[in-house]
């Protein structure tokens, strides 16, 4: 009887992971380019009493055996990088990634990261970094007296300058994508690491060879459907009372066998 407690313990500790995972998904539904998680579910370990296929007598066997099971847990937590909606900003220097890859970003202590936040900016050197400073990687830095700057959709990044009406061509973007983008490690800051499980990067020009292409002027949206976190966050509640139900009858039926004894 004890074992159902301790049975109904693991759903409501399994439901409550979910719910921290829809809460975030929530909390990100207007975050720049922000993928989508999902908790993973696995059973836990069987107490086997009466294996299956046992003989019963000389000539017949269990059909179906006694196994017990003892829960469930959260085997793993996945990012859904499904594409996100692409919002025009008018902003130059914002540009969204129609399809796969991710851009590359330079931190300060020599790792690279990765991230779908497009919304560049220029520090006081004239180089594209990141909306928390990151330089992107290549490195990009535009002259003095920028008029006006251009991104190609396949990563090319011109610019015109004061007194000239010929763009100059100043670097180009370049997108990395993995096999296993699902195994990346988040690490915030809409930023990416790579892991074993990711595999390694490869680093290619936008548009060509399967990478997605560049828009200038646009940002890619989060890609969270609030009506399905809604509807899971409902299914997740029913279930965290069902077994917080379960833990209740455990309850009402130890205290009736106490009652009686």
């Keep these: 009887m004890f074992s159902s407690l301790w049975i109904a313990k693991t759903g409501l500790d399994a439901q409550q992971t979910r719910m921290d995972v829809i809460s ?6 207007n975050t720049t380019a922000f993928k989508s998680g999902r908790a993973s579910f696995e059973d836990l370990m069987y107490q086997n009493q009466s294996q299956p296929g046992g003989q019963t007598t000389q000539q017949t066997e269990s059909p ?3 196994m017990l099971g003892t829960g469930v847990r959260v085997s793993g937590t996945e990012k859904l990088f499904t594409q996100g909606s692409i919002e025009q900003t008018g902003n130059s220097l914002d540009v969204a990634i129609e399809g796969r890859g991710f851009l590359q970003v330079s931190m300060p202590d020599g790792s690279v990261a990765y991230t779908r936040d497009g919304s560049l900016h220029t520090d006081a050197n004239g180089q594209l970094v990141t909306g928390d400073g990151y330089p992107i990687s290549p490195s990009i830095t535009l002259p003095s007296g920028v008029q006006s700057i251009t991104i190609g959709t396949d990563g090319t990044v011109s ?3 004061a007194g000239s009406t010929t763009p100059v061509q100043v670097g180009t973007i370049q997108l990395a994508d993995f096999v296993n983008p699902a195994g990346l490690q988040p690490m915030g800051q809409n930023l990416y690491l790579e892991t074993a499980s990711s595999g390694s990067p490869q680093t290619g020009q936008p548009s060509l060879n399967g990478m997605g292409s560049l828009q200038q002027g646009s940002l890619e949206s989060s890609n969270v459907d609030v009506v399905e976190q809604m509807v ?4 997740t509640q029913r ?4 077994n917080s139900k379960a833990i209740s009858s455990v309850d009402q039926m130890l205290q009736d066998l106490t009652t009686k004894m």
């Design 232 to 235: 899971d966050m409902i299914e």
């Design 64 to 66: 179906t055996g006694l």
């Design 239 to 242: 279930t965290y009372e069902m």
């Design 24 to 29: 975030n998904n929530l909390a990100n539904a």
């Design 159 to 161: 610019a015109t300058t």
